[in-house]
């Protein structure tokens, strides 16, 4: 009991996402995904493993 209510927002939610039709920008994907990723600026890697030896609960 108490899940229709929720269960027709999603529903609705749902049924809007896939008939709308909303404007892709492609160009704007294609040099997103082109572009190398940010880097520090340090030359460090910020995920050393070197960090991590005094984790407890990695072992």
């Known amino acids: ?30 040099r997103e995904l082109s572009s190398q990723p940010p880097s520090s600026g340090n030359g460090e890697d910020p995920f050393d493993e070197d960090d991590y030896t005094d984790d407890n609960y990695r072992r």
């Open 1 to 30: 009991m108490g899940r229709g209510r929720a269960k027709a927002k999603q529903t609705k939610v749902a049924r809007e996402l896939k008939y709308s039709t909303q404007h892709t920008d492609f160009e704007a994907l294609q």
